[in-house]
Structures are given as structure tokens and as C-alpha cells.
């Protein structure tokens, strides 16, 4: 059975930061990542993570701030998020997909994690 347990969402002050965790159990992935959804507003990418590849993308709002990276003997991948803002606020998604395709496009993910609430204060 697929599963993708995150971890790390908490309240921050704005400038400063998080690191999010999402372990995989049952299968391996050739793309990892990122969604978040803030109230009123569509689920949107946030950054991904191709291992066969060594690539990873990001989002243009968060470029510079986050990073993310991945533990494939873990099966386990991370994302570093610093100098956050408040409209960082969101729930964040751990994604995880088997094929390739359109990377921040959340129809083209399989398997979703729970969600963890991240807030940022101002």
C-alpha cells in the first residue's frame, strides 16, 4: 500500500523558516513534490523534485527561498523553505507520480499526502 506521510508544517514568523518532510512507503517515484493550497484558493505547484533526471523546478513565487531535495535510501524528500512570507500560508501537498508529464500540473500526480498546515505571521 502507497503511502505519503508529511511533516514539519508549523506557525513562523514571517523571515523565517521551515523544512517539510514527506516519507514514501510502498513504491518508488520518479517525480516527488510539492503543492499548496491557501483558503479560497486552487491547489498550485510549489516545487518538484526528478531523480532518474537530477532536475528539479520550481515555482517563480518561491525561487530563491526554497529548496527542495530528496533521500532516495529513505525514500523521503524535503523542502527547505526560507525567508517565508505571509502569503506562504497554505496547506502543503506531497506528491508523488510514476510517469512523466506536465510537472506542475496536479492531475498528473498519483498519490497525495495527507497535507500539513504551514502559517506565517507578519
Known amino acids: 500500500q502507497v503511502q505519503l506521510v508529511e511533516s514539519g508544517g508549523g506557525l513562523v514568523q514571517a523571515g523565517g523558516s521551515l523544512r517539510l518532510s514527506c516519507a514514501a512507503s510502498g513504491r518508488t517515484f520518479s517525480t516527488m513534490g510539492w503543492f499548496r493550497q491557501a483558503p479560497g484558493k486552487e491547489r498550485e505547484f510549489v516545487a518538484c523534485n526528478r531523480w532518474i533526471i537530477g532536475r528539479t523546478y520550481y515555482a517563480d513565487s518561491v525561487k530563491g527561498r526554497f529548496s527542495i531535495s530528496r533521500d532516495n535510501a529513505k525514500n523521503t524528500v524535503y523542502l527547505q523553505m526560507n525567508s517565508l512570507k505571509p502569503e506562504d500560508t497554505a496547506v502543503y501537498y506531497c506528491?508523488?507520480?510514476?510517469?512523466?508529464?506536465?510537472?506542475?500540473?496536479?492531475?498528473?500526480?498519483?498519490?497525495w499526502g495527507q497535507g500539513t498546515q504551514v502559517t506565517v505571521s507578519s
Open positions: 506528491a508523488a507520480r510514476t510517469g512523466v508529464g506536465v510537472i506542475d500540473r496536479d492531475s498528473e500526480y498519483d498519490y
